[in-house]
């Protein structure tokens, strides 16, 4: 990407705006956009909204985004209103300080919740259940029936440094206000016991960014000690001290089943399945009950718990629990593979190895002689016999 021609050391708005100009015209040529600037507190929240993208998710793009042209007490903030009038958000952080990665998700998720949550609150809008969190990328709304239905997905990203801290963090999330983007999801509009509702996409966005920020930088407070939000985070999940599945992202096979015990501090799922705890850092979360076809699915899992190799990682796990990651490397060890053999074993093991092969020569060197002399035996005996 060429280097925007700044004009009189421009800084601040006029140096994002110079450099947008460069980075959407490479990046996304037929894009239309427009920007305004958002104040939260000391920091400027510099909102670029696009009509659509060709090229790239609006995540994609940013994770483009050179962080140096970022400037102090900035954030870059991508929005769109969708086809089916949804938002769609990705915001760009620099940081200057360790960010725990594991959490980010549940930072978006559970600003998302709050936002929906103070939005009908301000709206004097009534809907017949509630929000929480499924767990690290979803927001579910749980009806007066206790069914459950995603409103709201999240995506995160990292770019790496040279330091113990990313360069930045991109944070997105896609929220269904008026309509359902996918299947098995609903949307706010929906919800609201009033038929001509509409959910504004902008007011929306006003209370979301802000509680979004507000969580973030909670977070970074926070340094090394969030049990706090931890706690806070457990306190929304809705399948917490459920029986979940959680699949694979990429083939939907069974990565792990269990009580979903909440989060620890890396944002990982704790489950109980028998004593040890398996510590679980991936994946789509589904509760049991409301899986199809479950008699295949119970077949599968017991398959994948069937390997005596897995079976005693787990038993004799130091820290009483396991990654999933860490199971499925070991289920790639064969179950005949022998335990590892000190150097002293070796070297007994190799000497016995020497002995027999020598006894093995000398018994192939006598065997033609003793064929020969047996021979002469049998010649002998039968000429006396004549």
């Given amino acids: 990407m060429k280097k925007p021609n700044y004009k009189d050391k421009e800084t601040g708005e006029k140096k994002i705006k110079t450099y947008l100009e460069t980075f959407i015209s490479e990046n996304e040529p037929e894009a239309k956009w427009s920007e305004n600037t958002l104040p939260y507190k000391n920091i400027n929240v510099y909102v670029v909204e696009f009509n659509k993208l060709n090229n790239h998710t609006y995540h994609d793009l940013a994770i483009k985004y050179d962080f140096n042209e970022i400037p102090e007490n900035f ?95 991109v ?130 899992f017991e398959n994948f718990n069937s390997n005596p190799t897995t079976v005693s990682i787990i038993e004799n796990s130091k820290k009483n629990h396991v990654t999933a990651s860490s199971l499925l490397e070991e289920k790639k060890v064969s179950e005949k593979e022998q335990p590892e053999v000190s150097e002293p074993e070796k070297d007994l093991e190799k000497k016995k190895e020497n002995q027999i092969n020598k006894s093995s020569k000398c018994f192939c060197r006598f065997i033609p002689h003793a064929i020969f002399f047996l021979g002469m035996a049998i010649l002998v005996w039968y000429a006396k016999r004549r």
Avoid at 145 to 160: D, F, M
């Fill in 75 to 169: 954030i870059i903030a991508f929005k769109t209103k969708d086809q089916e009038n949804n938002l769609k958000s990705t915001f760009i952080i620099k940081t200057h300080d360790k960010v725990n990665i594991g959490l980010l998700p549940f930072i978006i998720t559970s600003a998302v919740k709050e936002a929906i949550d103070s939005y009908l609150s301000n709206s004097g809008h009534v809907i017949n259940g509630s929000f929480g969190i499924k767990w690290k990328n979803e927001v579910s709304f749980i009806s007066n029936e206790q069914t459950h239905k995603s409103i709201s997905i999240a995506k995160v990203s990292s770019v790496p440094n040279d330091t113990d801290y990313p360069s930045m963090v």
């Fill in 171 to 300: 944070l997105s999330s896609d929220v269904n206000l008026n309509q359902s983007s996918q299947q098995n999801f609903c949307n706010l509009k929906s919800l609201i016991n009033e038929a001509e509702a509409q959910v504004s996409v902008d007011d929306f966005f006003h209370i979301y960014y802000e509680n979004l920020i507000k969580k973030y930088q909670e977070l970074i407070d926070a340094g090394e000690n969030t049990e706090g939000i931890v706690n806070d985070f457990n306190e929304i999940i809705t399948l917490k001290d459920k029986e979940v599945v959680i699949r694979k992202e990429k083939d939907n096979k069974i990565l792990s089943k269990g009580i979903f015990e909440g989060i620890n501090g890396n944002g990982n799922a704790i489950l109980q399945n028998g004593s040890p705890l398996l510590e679980v850092d991936s994946g789509n979360m589904i509760e049991s009950s409301n899986i199809q076809d479950q008699e295949d699915k119970e077949e599968d």
